[in-house]
């Protein structure tokens, strides 16, 4: 299986930050990547898609970007409603999901 | 409207198969490129990935579970059931559906049930 490493685990962030999300993937896969968001006792949201598409509805704070191994979620400016756990999740072969992480 | 439903017992004991049924509406699994994926996430933890049904019946499963998983579907009934075989404590978890779409070889889950807690005991 791919491994997906998430970085930071946890970051904590005010109101107005600018907030960089990373996941590192254990080998190429191309642009495979989708982001999600979970609050607590809430199923999950897509966020981002292919790495780059902004699922339609997601405010336009949140961007993705990375090919190969390496990617990023960026919150442009973190907003209350943004405090959650945000995930990374490869498909370029069996889907597996990253540890988390938890913007506090 | 899109919406999906997971279904199924709450409590299971050890060594037990668990059957979980996905109930969804507003869109049909027949179509090209429609997709039902299960995953699950233990109380505080992270998501894990099961399994994925597609449109022309092809099935995936995780690599760790997969000689325990069997995902299959009524397309007449727009419902997805899952199996899950000799249950063991560290199955328990919340359990999801998902509608995922492929598209240019790209596959989101876009849609999610809200989920059914299954606990392992004795």
């Known amino acids: 299986d791919i491994q997906m490493t998430q970085s930071p685990s946890s970051l904590s962030a005010s109101v107005g930050e600018r907030v960089t999300i990373t996941c590192r993937a254990s080998?190429?896969?191309?642009?495979?990547v989708n982001w999600y968001q979970q609050t607590p006792g809430k199923a999950p949201k897509l966020l981002i898609f292919g790495a780059s598409t902004v699922q339609p509805g997601v405010p336009s704070r949140f961007s993705g970007s990375g090919s190969g191994a390496d990617f990023t979620l960026t919150i442009s400016s973190l907003q209350p409603e943004d405090f959650a756990t945000y995930y990374c999740?490869?498909?370029?072969?069996?889907?597996?999901f990253g540890q988390g992480t938890r913007v506090e | 409207q899109v919406t999906l439903r997971e279904s199924g017992p709450a409590l299971v004991k050890p060594t037990q198969t668990l059957t979980l049924t996905c109930t969804f509406s507003?869109?049909?699994?027949?179509?090209?490129?429609?997709?039902v994926t299960w995953i699950r996430q233990p109380p505080g933890k992270a998501l894990e990935w099961l399994a994925r049904?597609?449109?022309?019946?092809?099935?995936f499963y995780s690599t760790s579970l997969k000689t325990r998983l069997t995902i299959s579907k009524d397309t007449a009934k727009d419902q997805v059931v899952l199996t899950l075989t000799n249950m063991d404590p560290v199955d328990t978890a919340t359990y999801y559906c998902?509608?995922?779409?492929?598209?240019?070889?790209?596959?989101?889950?876009?849609?999610w049930g809200q989920g059914t807690l299954v606990t392992v005991s004795s």
């Open positions: 507003g869109f049909s699994l027949s179509a090209t490129g429609m997709c």
């Open positions: 998902t509608r995922a779409i492929m598209s240019a070889g790209v596959t989101a889950s876009d849609q």
């Open positions: 049904i597609d449109w022309d019946g092809d099935k």
């Open positions: 080998q190429g896969i191309s642009n495979y």
């Open positions: 999740q490869q498909t370029f072969v069996t889907p597996t």
